[in-house]
């Protein structure tokens, strides 16, 4: 008997096997998952920080506290910024900066330069302006996705002040 419900409960089509509702939610309830519910329990008890932008850090290089005017009202309004975030804040600023000195000496001085081997062959190398270049943009990459600011990255982000 167990064994023909169990059969009934598949669908045979195009020689696949579809799991209708009754099967599928026997199935899905068993098991260690997480339900919604208690999904829902767990986001309603997680603590909340306190909504609003942080006060940029006096320390902060110029052309990263440029950064900061820019990105705080935008961040701000788009409603994912609290004040806790303000070192994260701080570390996007200044890898932006970084990123942007690197590629301002990087468009001066070319991508290669050249050098002789023991041999005495000409040998060309990457500059080290390319490497921190690259470095600094993995970096501000990274932290972009946190604070939800590439395209594919904005919908994850939790807004901090959804209930204000």
Same mark, same amino acid.
């Given at each position: 008997?167990? @064994?023909?419900?169990?059969?009934?409960?598949?669908?045979?089509? %195009?020689?696949? #096997?579809? =799991?209708? +509702? +009754?099967?599928?939610?026997?199935? *899905?309830?068993?098991?260690?998952?997480?339900?919604?519910?208690?999904?829902?329990?767990?986001?309603?008890?997680? &603590?909340?920080?306190? &909504?609003?932008?942080?006060?940029?850090?006096?320390?902060?290089? &110029?052309?990263?506290?440029?950064?900061?005017? /820019?990105? @705080?009202?935008?961040?701000? *309004?788009?409603? @994912? %910024?609290?004040? @806790?975030?303000?070192?994260?804040?701080?570390?996007?600023?200044? *890898?932006?900066?970084?990123?942007?000195?690197?590629?301002?000496?990087?468009?001066?001085?070319?991508?290669? #330069?050249?050098?002789?081997? /023991?041999?005495?062959?000409?040998?060309?190398?990457?500059?080290?302006?390319?490497? =921190?270049?690259?470095?600094?943009?993995? +970096? %501000?990459?990274? %932290?972009?996705?946190?604070?939800?600011?590439?395209?594919?990255?904005?919908?994850?982000?939790?807004?901090?002040?959804?209930?204000?």
């Amino acid at each position: 008997m167990f @064994v023909q419900k169990q059969v009934a409960n598949f669908v045979l089509s %195009l020689g696949h #096997y579809i =799991i209708t +509702s +009754s099967f599928q939610s026997d199935w *899905a309830s068993s098991g260690k998952r997480i339900s919604n519910a208690e999904e829902r329990s767990k986001a309603a008890a997680a &603590p909340t920080p306190e &909504p609003g932008p942080p006060d940029c850090p006096k320390h902060l290089a &110029p052309r990263a506290r440029r950064a900061w005017k /820019i990105l @705080v009202p935008q961040l701000d *309004a788009m409603g @994912v %910024l609290a004040k @806790v975030h303000g070192m994260a804040l701080e570390q996007l600023c200044d *890898a932006y900066a970084v990123w942007r000195q690197a590629c301002g000496a990087r468009d001066r001085k070319g991508l290669t #330069y050249t050098t002789r081997s /023991i041999t005495g062959s000409v040998m060309f190398r990457e500059r080290p302006e390319v490497r =921190i270049a690259r470095n600094a943009q993995a +970096s %501000l990459k990274n %932290l972009m996705i946190e604070f939800g600011m590439t395209a594919a990255s904005l919908s994850r982000v939790k807004k901090v002040n959804a209930a204000v």
